[in-house]
C-alpha cells in the first residue's frame, strides 16, 4: 500500500467507487459521514467548538492511521531486549518520512522526538533516550503521524523478554480497558460513558485509572475537543453523534492514581513507582456504533 496523496483521477477514498475529482474533491466540505443535519453541525461547532469530520477528513484519517498502525507493528516486530530507546525512536521516524509522513511529537510544544516511548512506571510521554531495554520491562510506544495533513494517534503496550505476571496483568487490564470504552461508543451515548466503563472494569479489579491525561479529539489538530476521560459517570457529559473523531487512550496503574512530571517536563511517572500500561486508538462514531480509524485486535 502507498500513502501517497489523493490524486484527482485516484478511486475516491470515501468508498463509493467513483472518481476523487467526480466525487469528495467536489464537496469535501459539503459532504458529510452522516445524516447529522447542519443545525447539529453547526451546534457541535458553536458550543463545543467539536468540527465533525466529512466524508473525506475520514479517509484522510483512515489513511494516516494505517500508517501509524503498520508503524506500531513493525516495532513490534523490532523490540527485544538489548536495543534503546533512541533506536524505536529512529525506527519510527524514518519509516514515518519514508511513507510521506510526518512524526506529529517532534518539536511538537518542545517535544524533542518523534515517538513517546514509556517503560514500566512511566504513565507517558517517556522520551527516547539511550536506555536499553531489558528482558522483563513493559514499554508503551505511542505513535501519531499526519500525512497529507491529517492526524491519526494510537499506541501499544509490549513485554519486553519473559515477563512477570504482574506485569502481563496489567497489560491485559489496559488492553481490556480500551475494550470496554470503545464499547460505549455509538451515537446517543454520551463522553460519560466510555470514562464510567473503563472505570467501572478495572478499578474492582485493583487497578486504578490516571484522571490527569485524557482521550481527545484528533484529525485536524493532534488535540482537538472533547475531552475525553476515563472515568466519569453514566449518562454526563457531550452526546456522541456520527461524525466525531477522537481518542481513547486510557492509562491504568498496579498502584494508586496519582503521578509527577519529571524534570524533562514530559516524563509522567506513576507518585508510587508502580507499574503503569496503555492502548489507544482514533475513532469515528459511526451511524450504528464506531469505526476504529487506527485498527488493531485488543
Ligand atoms: N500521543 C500522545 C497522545 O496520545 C501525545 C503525545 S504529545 C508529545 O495524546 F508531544 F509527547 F508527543
Ligand atoms: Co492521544
Ligand atoms: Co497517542
Known amino acids: 500500500m502507498n500513502y501517497s496523496g489523493i490524486g484527482r483521477n485516484d478511486v475516491c477514498p470515501c468508498g463509493s467507487g467513483l472518481k476523487y475529482k467526480k ?7 459539503a459532504v458529510n459521514t452522516n445524516k447529522v443535519d447542519a443545525k447539529l453541525i453547526e451546534l457541535y ?24 498502525v503498520d508503524t506500531l507493528n513493525k516495532v513490534r516486530d523490532f523490540i527485544r531486549p538489548g536495543i534503546t530507546t533512541n533506536d524505536i525512536n529512529t525506527l519510527v521516524h524514518n519509516y514515518t518520512i519514508e511513507n510521506g509522513a510526518i512524526p506529529a511529537p517532534l518539536n511538537y510544544r518542545g517535544f524533542p522526538k518523534s515517538v513517546c516511548t514509556s517503560l514500566n512506571e512511566v504513565i507517558c510521554h517517556g522520551i527516547p533516550s539511550d536506555r536499553i531495554l531489558i528482558s522483563g520491562d513493559i514499554i508503551n510506544i505511542d505513535v501519531t503521524s499526519i500525512l497529507n495533513g491529517y492526524y491519526a494517534d494510537a499506541n501499544m503496550t509490549f513485554l519486553v523478554g519473559e515477563c512477570s505476571e504482574n506485569a502481563k496483568k496489567i497489560v491485559s487490564v489496559a ?18 460513558d466510555i470514562g464510567w466503563a473503563i472505570q467501572n472494569y478495572a478499578e474492582p479489579l485493583g487497578f486504578s485509572v490516571v484522571r490527569d491525561f485524557i482521550g481527545h479529539g484528533v484529525g485536524i489538530n493532534f488535540h482537538e475537543p472533547p475531552d475525553i476521560p476515563h472515568f466519569g459517570k453514566k449518562g454526563t457529559g457531550i452526546t456522541l453523534i456520527p461524525g466525531m473523531v477522537f481518542t481513547v487512550e486510557p492509562m491504568v496503574n498496579a498502584g494508586q492514581r496519582y503521578l509527577k512530571v519529571l524534570a524533562d517536563g514530559w516524563t509522567a511517572i506513576t507518585l508510587d513507582g508502580s507499574l503503569s500500561a496503555q492502548f489507544e486508538q482514533t475513532v469515528v462514531v459511526t451511524e450504528d456504533g464506531y469505526e476504529s480509524l487506527t485498527p488493531y485486535e485488543l
Open 23 to 29: 466525487c469528495c474533491m467536489l464537496n469535501s466540505e
Open 45 to 68: 461547532q458553536r458550543k463545543y467548538r467539536i468540527k465533525l469530520k466529512t466524508k473525506t477528513d475520514i479517509a484522510g484519517i483512515r489513511m494516516c492511521g494505517k500508517l501509524v
Open 175 to 192: 488492553r481490556q480497558s480500551l475494550k470496554e470504552g470503545l464499547g460505549m461508543v455509538k451515537p446517543f451515548n454520551t463522553v460519560g
